[in-house]
């Protein structure tokens, strides 16, 4: 291994160059340049290391130098060095240097690198790049430096920038793979733009300042920021691959119209309103990225995606304002959720809703509002909500053939959707507190179902300015803990349902007797020209007959159409939440419906303009819960006849108006204000109460002389 230094104006490869006989620097040997001669790389060369020694001269060449160890600086530097063809080095340190580096080539760095204040660093031609390779330390003065060419790392290391801020002017990239680059409290200022072929990670924060700049490739960074001085021209262009798993913060800029990606945590300040045509976000395992903004966000395509049930997106306004994401399309594969009254979605234009049933608490937790002029379509599964809901304008279409439709999850929400049809509703109330739901428009759907899977459960439906209208199938679907459906919200009027169609009104489920709140409180409007059938799959009402009603407390009402009632269901009434016997239950035209067995809470008091009534060789049983009487009141003072029915512990409060068809032994003596007649042996009853008598000529006690009576 020799040292040469540098004696003369000449090529490389010339052994006059060098002062010697023969020989020039070849690998292995040490090249010291000095003094202010010109050197001229002319053919392909290599050394171990390179010293530049108060060298005012010129170095230049069209051929690449190969450096397998340092270059250094001593002394007074002031030369031009041209790197006119591909060259490489081990460590590079500017210190001392304080002439011009012309870099028309790629200059590859594989050691630590260390920039310095004081020398002039320019290109004149082709493509100037340094390459960072193999990790290290990237030195930058405490007041920052800026790199006026690209820089790109190699993957697979890790780099730390240490001393100051690094702003490069041309583009930061990286080499077939990721990269790290650490630097806690530091930045590397992006002039142009970011070409990445894997993720750039580490503490460093990336900060695109100038206007022209184009995002290609995957930040990893903790911290990314975007602060452009705004034109009327896109200042950063985003393409397909533009995507960030850190946190993004996004200051000034315009965006265009392009495509951008976020795994992190995405913060837009003083933007007044930001254009993408489509923003994905994603949550991976526990990460829960974040959306903040002081101002709205413009996407043809709003994407939030989860690739784990932990997964979460969360949309935060750093001020009290109610901002908004405008987007035509919208899919949410994870949960979407809002810092309360703070943002909500605005569907604008003509696409889809693609939501993921694959997990019910994948929701929208956040408000989102229909107001377009085109068409959207809820793409195959149930729009999964746990806020508030708007149809302003457009079609939108949802599946009104009874599949998935509107999934409310328990969380008091509004929903005013009456130009929307949907194919079906799903209302959750989970745990000890009312939930309630808020209907500022009427509701219309095919098929309606309430449930509490799989804890207990309390539902409240508000009339807020809108019904429920069902034309398909009604379900109360309860687990074992029992499901309340309520007549009496936290406010305002109770909403009713209409049932206008044909199918099942059914509750399902088990028993819980220390949970006597399960019954369907709420008011039932059945006004149709086809036919519904009552069920219940209740299995057991031997403990806890009027706690697990079919329908138990309200208003109950047959306007028109065929009800039937399976032969197992029980039909069970009271008069307030939990069983109080405070209140009334009005009831209307039940006498068409063939009830097998009627409870009547005991101590109640029944509101009806018909008694209940059995059919042919079917036999209803009206009994009350308790030995205590159940009280019925009719709506009017006419006469009633009732067949086909045994009461027992029931009063008629004007007694004698309601007649039934019945035998002897059939007259349970539990009940008052009965009046029982037959064909034989006594025919019709004699003295038999008008409608207006409150008392009769037997008196109030039961008589034996009138065996018609009781």
């Not at 290609?216 to 990314?224: E, F, I, S, T």
């Not at 997964?311 to 959720?337: D, E, F, H, P, R």
């Not at 169609?501 to 019954?519: E, R, V």
Request: glycine fraction near 10%; proline fraction near 3%.
């Amino acid at each position: 291994m020799a040292t040469y230094t540098l004696a003369a104006t000449g090529n490389w490869n010339a052994s006059a160059t060098w002062g010697t006989a023969s020989g020039f620097p070849i690998a292995g040997d040490t090249a010291i340049i000095t003094g202010a001669f010109n050197l001229t790389v002319n053919v392909a060369s290599a050394c171990t290391t390179v010293t530049f020694t108060n060298y005012t001269g010129t170095m230049t060449g069209t051929f690449g130098l190969t450096i397998s160890g340092n270059v250094t600086f001593t002394g007074t530097n002031t030369a031009t060095i041209i790197v006119g063809a591909a060259s490489s080095c081990s460590a590079l340190d500017f210190t001392n240097f304080t002439g011009t580096l012309r870099l028309n080539s790629t200059l590859t760095v594989s050691g630590n690198l260390t920039f310095v204040d004081g020398f002039t660093n320019t290109s004149t031609s082709g493509t100037p790049t340094l390459a960072k390779t193999a990790g290290g330390t990237i030195t930058v003065p405490a007041t920052g430096y800026t790199w006026p060419h690209s820089i790109s790392v190699a993957g697979g290391s890790t780099y730390t920038l240490s001393g100051g801020d690094l702003t490069i002017q041309n583009t930061l990239s990286t080499v077939t793979s990721s990269a790290t680059i650490n630097g806690t409290g530091l930045t590397i200022n992006l002039k142009s733009a970011i070409a990445s072929a894997g993720n750039i990670a580490g503490t460093i924060k990336i900060k695109f300042t100038i206007s022209g700049g184009q995002w290609a490739g995957q930040l990893a960074n903790d911290n990314v920021e975007i602060a452009i001085a705004a034109t009327t021209t896109p200042d950063l262009t985003w393409t397909s691959a533009s995507k960030t798993n850190g946190t993004l913060t996004y200051i000034s800029g315009n965006m265009g119209t392009q495509t951008f990606t976020t795994r992190g945590i995405v913060t837009f300040i003083g933007i007044g309103s930001i254009t993408f045509s489509s923003l994905t976000v994603v949550g991976v395992g526990a990460t829960a990225p974040q959306l903040t903004a002081d101002g709205n966000i413009n996407a043809t395509t709003f994407t939030a995606t989860a690739l784990s049930i932990n997964g979460v997106t969360t949309l935060i306004s750093s001020t009290a304002a109610n901002y908004v994401i405008y987007c035509s399309n919208l899919a949410y594969l994870g949960t979407l959720t809002a810092t309360s009254g703070l943002y909500s979605i605005v569907m604008n234009g003509t696409g889809t809703i693609t939501p993921n049933s694959a997990d019910t608490r994948n929701l929208l937790n956040i408000d989102l509002t229909f107001n377009s002029t085109g068409t959207i379509t809820n793409q195959t599964f149930y729009i999964i909500i746990a806020r508030n809901i708007t149809h302003i304008s457009g079609e939108v279409t949802a599946n009104w053939n009874g599949g998935p439709g509107l999934y409310v999850n328990n969380t008091a929400s509004v929903i005013d959707t009456s130009n929307i049809e949907w194919g079906s509703a799903r209302f959750v109330a989970v745990g000890t507190s009312p939930v309630d739901f808020i209907l500022a428009s009427n509701l219309r759907v095919k098929n309606f179902s309430v449930t509490n899977a799989p804890n207990s459960g309390i539902a409240r439906f508000r009339n807020s300015g809108g019904d429920i209208y069902v034309s398909g199938n009604i379900s109360f679907e309860n687990s074992n803990a029992g499901l309340a459906v309520l007549a009496t919200p936290l406010s305002g009027v109770t909403a009713t349902i209409y049932v206008i169609g044909s199918g099942t009104i059914t509750q399902t489920g088990g028993i819980n007797a220390a949970f006597n709140n399960l019954g369907v409180n709420i008011p039932m409007v059945i006004d149709t020209p086809g036919k519904y059938i009552l069920r219940s799959t209740i299995a057991d009402f031997a403990t806890t007959i009027y706690d697990n009603a079919f329908f138990k407390a309200g208003i109950f009402t047959l306007l028109r159409g065929t009800v039937e009632v399976d032969r197992d269901t029980k039909f069970v009434n009271g008069v307030a939440f939990g069983g109080s016997s405070t209140g009334t239950s009005t009831f209307t035209n039940l006498h068409r419906i063939p009830f097998k067995l009627v409870y009547l809470l005991g101590g109640s008091t029944v509101t009806m303009n018909e008694f209940f009534c059995g059919e042919p060789g079917e036999y209803c049983i009206v009994a009350s819960t308790t030995t205590t009487n159940a009280t019925v009141t009719m709506t009017d003072s006419f006469e009633k006849f009732a067949r086909w029915v045994l009461p027992s512990n029931v009063t008629i409060t004007q007694r004698g108006q309601v007649k039934l068809l019945s035998t002897k032994g059939n007259r349970d003596r539990t009940n008052i204000g009965f009046s029982y007649f037959e064909g034989t042996p006594y025919g019709l009853a004699k003295n038999n109460p008008i409608t207006y008598q409150n008392t009769i000529s037997y008196g109030i006690l039961d008589n034996p002389a009138d065996p018609n009576f009781f």
